[in-house]
């Protein structure tokens, strides 16, 4: 059996490779919270001697492990039976059975948490006169002391730093000058990123503003071959870096696109400067040389691919087979982690992380982040400043939307997506919500047109148009174009009749008599307004002479002289 290959390996006092090798198998299996612990801390050397100094040890039922004194000082894991935190109540009768409490349990494959440990003891030290953990059945365990577990992760952890220094003195000059301490300081600026086999590290065309130093593994530097026309592949690989080399300068140090692609051939370790941390870490001359260095870089560049240009389709498919050799990879191996869409993208990790920090990661419920986050995509969120300027509502609407369209496009006709009709009444909601404010944004506009006529129509009559005096006087040269000379036919009534007016008019011809008893004819329009008659009254009285004497001119003459007189 597997347990009892490895409660033998720990027992021994010097492991082998081999014997290490399997404890890492079966850890890894059937203790992942430890392997996970381990692993995201220490390098494969560090916890590999956690595991030499392991100690093994078979406990009998009701055996106790450890007290509120001494808990604080080793590390326990349990590969079989049970572990109970117990709180102690002595009884008062001399010779009784103090009573335990159960207060924690540590079950089969698991870790005796000391975070859990710490806050009981701070919880129940008042409470119970003694705190201790025993087995509630035969156990078995492997610990190592807390003093043993701290010296080794800062013996390598002092180790891994004068590694990361020795990578970062090749690519940044300023730390050749500087002594530990500053060195040391430094490093906080310096994300270390661990990358996976088949990960696209930077895209091309990418401008993030990030320099990267290999301190572990390949990568290759891919171009997209549309240069060469002998040459048939889609992509040429024209550069590998390996530990102690760095990518991406183009950005942040001479202000380009990065124009190539940079993909892990195998598992890769990094650290990476970001622009806020440039300025801390980098000096004048740093600077320079690094401008200098990346100038070469894609100079360099340029005149491969250029030379590559000319090759026929035998000398780029032998320069490519050198490449392609020596990263211990095939050609189809890296087509195909650019070609396809691949969620081990750096690129796409990045806008993840952007999109979780953001948004946090999607809930189990039917919160309406939930949905958004599966229509969402971390490049719309990331890249599009009108899209995060939008309220949540809105937001939601327009990814439900987008997944609408891609769903028909790809021939699906569902009359809605299908996740957000998980919850029907909260896209009713959210539609209900912006018509009534569309609605709203319609009042407020049919109110500024109601209140710019009014204030039209309010200028106009201060102005005179509309007021008695001003309808009385445009009504003079209508009067006097109505008085004809008798006998005359009124042809402007019949004119009058058929015109676009829908109120209905009248022409009448009164005879009156002049000062030398001759009649002469007036026609009048009956179409007035109540103001007008004042005005017709007027006009029948004074206006009239025949048309033959001077006075009828005359009297015109005055008409036209004196409008107030109307």
């Not at 079950?107 to 129940?124: G, R």
């Not at 509630?136 to 800062?154: D, L, M, N, P, Y």
């Not at 696109?257 to 440039?278: H, M, R, W």
């Not at 599009?384 to 790809?410: C, I, K, T, V, W």
Request: net charge positive; glycine share 4%; proline share 2%.
């Amino acid at each position: 059996m597997r347990k009892t290959k490895v409660t033998s390996i720990f027992q021994k006092e010097e492991k082998t490779s081999d014997d290490l090798n399997f404890v890492d198998h079966y850890i890894t299996t059937y203790l992942p919270e430890l392997s996970k612990t381990l692993k995201s801390k220490f390098p494969k050397a560090a916890y590999e001697k956690i595991y030499s100094n392991f100690k093994y040890q078979k406990l009998s039922s009701e055996e106790e492990v450890f007290n509120k004194q001494n808990w604080d000082k080793t590390f326990y894991y349990v590969l079989s039976g049970k572990l109970v935190w117990n709180g102690v109540k002595k009884s008062s009768d001399e010779g009784a059975a103090s009573e335990k409490i159960a207060l924690e349990s540590f079950n089969k494959n698991s870790i005796v948490s000391h975070d859990k440990l710490k806050a009981s003891v701070t919880e129940n030290s008042g409470k119970y006169d003694d705190l201790c953990c025993n087995c509630a059945e035969e156990s078995e365990v492997i610990s190592i002391s807390v003093e043993t577990f701290e010296r080794i992760g800062k013996e390598f952890e002092d180790q891994a730093k004068s590694l990361k220094i020795l990578s970062l003195s090749k690519v940044f000059g300023r730390f050749k000058k500087l002594d530990k301490s500053t060195k040391e300081d430094l490093l906080k600026h310096f994300k270390e990123v661990k990358l996976a086999k088949g990960t696209i590290a930077i895209k091309g065309k990418s401008k993030i503003e990030e320099i990267y130093t290999i301190q572990k593994g390949k990568v290759a530097l891919v171009q997209k071959n549309d240069f060469n026309t002998k040459y048939e592949k889609e992509f040429v690989i024209f550069g590998i870096l390996d530990k102690d080399s760095s990518f991406n300068e183009y950005p942040l140090v001479l202000d380009k696109e990065n124009p190539y692609y940079v993909v892990c051939t195998e598992d890769v370790e990094v650290l990476v400067l970001d622009k806020s941390g440039y300025d801390s870490v980098v000096d004048n001359d740093t600077s320079n040389e690094l401008r200098a260095n990346s100038s070469c870089k894609e100079r360099l560049q340029n005149t491969i691919l250029e030379k590559f240009s000319r090759f026929s389709q035998e000398e780029a498919t032998c320069h490519q087979n050198k490449f392609l050799k020596q990263l211990g990879v095939d050609y189809k191996t890296v087509e195909e982690i650019i070609s396809k869409k691949n969620t081990q993208s750096n690129q796409f990790q990045k806008n993840l992380d952007k999109f979780n920090a953001s948004f946090g990661k999607q809930p189990a419920a039917s919160d309406p982040k939930a949905k958004f986050s599966e229509f969402a995509t971390p490049r719309l969120v990331s890249k599009d400043p009108r899209f995060a300027a939008l309220d949540p509502q809105r937001q939601l609407s327009l990814m439900a939307l987008r997944n609408e369209g891609l769903n028909r496009r790809s021939g699906d006709t569902a009359t809605t997506t299908t996740s957000i009709m998980k919850n029907p009444e909260q896209l009713r909601n959210v539609q209900k919500n912006l018509l009534n404010e569309e609605k709203g944004v319609a009042k407020l506009l049919y109110k500024k047109n109601v209140s710019e006529i009014k204030s039209l129509a309010t200028e106009e009559e201060s102005k005179g148009g509309n007021t008695l005096l001003g309808k009385f006087s445009r009504k003079n040269d209508d009067l006097l174009a109505k008085i004809t000379k008798p006998g005359e036919t009124t042809t402007e009534a019949t004119q009058s009749s058929g015109s676009t007016d829908t109120t209905t008019t009248e022409s009448t011809t009164e005879p009156v008599k002049t000062d030398g008893g001759e009649e002469a004819s007036v026609k009048f329009d009956k179409k007035v307004e109540d103001g007008d008659k004042f005005g017709l009254e007027l006009t029948k009285r004074n206006l009239v002479k025949p048309v033959a004497s001077d006075s009828i001119n005359k009297k015109r003459i005055n008409l036209l002289g004196k409008p107030g007189m109307i």
